[in-house]
């Protein structure tokens, strides 16, 4: 089973099990593992039945992705560097997006 879901503009297909990094948010640890979940599903489908997949105008209604929280992390490193020709001026400042792991471990369609 898979689904496709939408976070923070982006559409990102998944499966239970698959580990994926999301945007950052406020997550209340009410748990010992705090979860996600993702009510915003496009489509929910199945690669080993032959009935059609589910699509959502524009979210399908009840349905549901839930991830698991494993840790918080940051990306790749970018430089950005500001540069004008023959004026002696040259800036470089670094930055890292935080990100926020997480686990599929449920689609509920």
């Known amino acids: 089973m898979y689904a496709i879901i939408e ?7 998944v499966a239970p099990g698959d ?4 945007d950052p948010r406020e997550i209340s640890s009410k ?3 705090p979860k996600v979940t993702f009510d915003r599903v496009l489509l929910v489908g199945d690669v080993d ?3 059609a997949s589910t699509i959502g105008a524009p979210y399908v209604d009840g349905a549901s992705v839930i991830a698991e ?6 990306g790749a490193k970018i430089d950005v560097i500001k540069f ?3 004026k002696g001026y ?14 599929i471990t449920d689609i509920k369609s």
């Open 7 to 13: 976070d923070s503009g982006t559409q990102i297909k």
């Open 19 to 22: 580990v994926i990094d999301i």
């Open 31 to 33: 748990g010992k593992s």
């Open 49 to 51: 039945s032959d009935d």
């Open 69 to 74: 929280i494993l840790d918080e992390i940051k």
């Open 84 to 86: 004008k020709r023959r």
């Open 90 to 103: 040259k800036r470089k400042n670094g930055h890292r997006q935080p990100y926020l792991r997480v686990k």
